[in-house]
């Protein structure tokens, strides 16, 4: 009988341990999944930010600005240039002119006028935006 009872107690503390192990998986996912949403959150905040800053700039003449494309090199390259493809349509719809792609790298330049940054914003394919300008050398 004692045996018999250890096997139970084992099977028993086996059981346990599996039903903790698959809690805190659970709660990883959780975890990573709030965590990823808060960083989505705070760079979507950040890139609405910075528009609004240049929207300012761009009230009375058009500003340059650099624009990294919410890609992935990992993505590939084709990926990557369907991308570029896909906003720069967007933004010639929006009466852009002046667009340069990065070769090899998520990035564009473009040079926009306030109505055509809230396009920019708009068309989902933005993770990050600054403007293009030279910095003193002093």
Known sequence: ??????????????LLIGLFSWILIGFSFVVLEVSASIKDNTTQEALVETINELKAKAATTPVRVIVRLGVDEIDGDLFVCNAKARLTEIMKKAGVTQIEAIEGQPMMVMELTA??????LASGFVEFVQEDKIEGLY
Request: a negative charge; zero cysteines.
């Open 1 to 14: 009988m004692n045996n018999q009872s250890g096997t139970n107690i084992s099977k028993q503390f086996m």
């Open 115 to 120: 109505d055509q940054l809230d396009h920019l």
